[in-house]
């Protein structure tokens, strides 16, 4: 159980298009979902955390309007990089909770996008 | 602003060694707190956690973590390493005031040789 899955596994776009990764809690319905982004041989940092219903909690530096997150349903959440660039070239890792505060993460396997 | 430290970057080892990751976190009230490994190319998985009651916490493959308050520590144990514990392993803490937030660790690579 707790399975959490992430589609694509990997993209690959062009500059100033935009992509939207998508995050499933499979066997269980997710309270919170949080966004994460892992830079090579780093650890993941913090992006945003999205409740269902309400809109997300983004954390100091993350540019809202550029990483759009929408969490539509308790087993749905979305992260959209609009007008992406190289440098938001990275791996993105989500994860869902079960209950809002204290409660163990289950991971998605990532998504690895690429700006050319 | 909480805080946690993991005190190897990259910790190198011959199969059959024994195995201690440092773990420091900074926060003064009531914590919870995860080890994850992330085997090569593979998502995170959970090791071990720790809620509350015994300090000593056993987890999956083998692997164990001591949770000392006093000295702010959760450091991940194993007795015998195999090369397939090669991986990165995240120490990680959450705090109820947080909304259950993750802060990791930066990371410590294992490379267990054979």
């Known amino acids: 159980g707790a399975v959490v899955s992430q589609h694509p596994s990997w993209v690959i776009c062009k500059s100033g298009t935009s992509v939207k990764i998508e995050c499933r809690s499979l066997?269980?319905?997710?309270?919170?979902m949080f966004w994460y982004r892992q830079f090579p041989k780093q650890s993941l940092m913090l992006m945003a955390t999205?409740?269902?219903?309400?809109?997300?909690?983004?954390e100091q530096g993350v540019e809202k309007d550029k990483f759009l997150i929408n969490h539509a349903s308790l087993t749905l959440s979305t992260l959209t990089v609009t007008s992406a660039h190289p440098e938001d070239s990275s791996f993105y890792i989500c994860?869902?909770?079960?209950?809002?505060?204290?409660?163990?993460?289950?991971f998605g396997p990532g998504t690895r996008l690429t700006v050319l | 602003a909480q805080s946690v430290s993991q005190h190897n970057h990259h910790v190198i080892l011959s199969e059959a060694a024994s195995l201690e990751l440092g773990c420091n976190y900074s926060?003064?009230?009531?914590?919870?707190l995860f080890w994850y490994v992330q085997y090569p190319g593979q998502h995170l998985q959970l090791l071990l956690k720790?809620?509350?009651?015994?300090?000593l916490v056993k987890g999956i493959k083998g692997f164990e973590a001591e949770f000392i308050k006093s000295k702010f520590s959760f450091n991940l144990r194993k007795p015998s390493v195999q090369w397939s514990d090669t991986a990165e392993y995240f120490c990680?803490?959450?705090?109820?005031?947080?909304?259950?937030?993750?802060?990791f660790g930066q990371g410590t690579e294992l490379s267990v040789k054979p």
């Open positions: 994860s869902a909770s079960v209950l809002a505060g204290g409660a163990e993460q289950f």
């Open positions: 066997d269980f319905q997710a309270t919170t």
């Open positions: 999205s409740n269902e219903g309400s809109k997300a909690t983004y």
């Open positions: 926060y003064g009230g009531t914590v919870n």
């Open positions: 720790y809620f509350s009651g015994d300090p």
């Open positions: 990680a803490v959450n705090t109820y005031n947080q909304g259950g937030k993750l802060i």
